[in-house]
């Protein structure tokens, strides 16, 4: 199932990301795609807020797994996988891990993951740049990216 949102700004997409957070548990896996500066982590952001993170979560430029305590002895984890260069950094990171560690996980660029997360059930999120500060926002609860290969 897809859901689409559009965002007019950065608060935005911070609440949209709030508002799809709260259908999360968890063991939840959660893919972001969307180019440089599209606002995977403004939907991060507010989406970790809701589930109950004190911390803002920002895009951290060494840390690429990033734990929050959130509510209810919930961690919410935060992935930006932008600078790993070969699959096998993942195991060496920990990012394998952290997904069966039972929290809910945001993954920004999974791309390089792809064979790790292929037989995992995901919640995936899409943005899209339509204009300077407007961003198409799809969900496709339960389902993987369809990368057309
Ligand atoms: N509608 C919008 N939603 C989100 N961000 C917006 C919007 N309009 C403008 N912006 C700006 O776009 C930028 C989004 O930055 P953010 O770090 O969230 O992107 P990102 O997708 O995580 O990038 P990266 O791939 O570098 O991690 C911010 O500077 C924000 O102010
Ligand atoms: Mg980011």
């Not at 961690?75 to 950094?89: G, P």
């Amino acid at each position: 199932m897809e859901r689409v949102f559009l965002s007019q700004s950065e608060a935005q997409t911070e609440a949209i990301g709030a508002e799809i957070a709260e259908g999360f548990q968890g063991g939840d896996v959660v893919l972001l795609y969307g180019e440089l500066g599209c606002g995977k982590t403004a939907l991060v952001r507010g989406a970790a807020r809701v589930l109950g993170v004190q911390e803002v979560i920002t895009s951290p430029t060494y840390t690429l797994i990033q734990p929050y305590e959130a509510d209810g002895g919930l961690t919410v984890y935060h992935a930006d996988l932008y600078r790993i260069e070969e699959a096998e950094e993942l195991f060496e990171i920990g990012f394998e891990e952290c997904l069966f560690a039972g929290g809910i996980v945001f993954v920004e660029w999974p791309q390089i993951a792809a064979d790790m997360l292929a037989g995992l059930k995901v919640q995936t999120i899409r943005i899209e740049k339509t204009e300077d500060k407007e961003r198409r926002i799809t969900l496709i609860k339960n389902g993987h990216e369809d990368t057309g290969s």
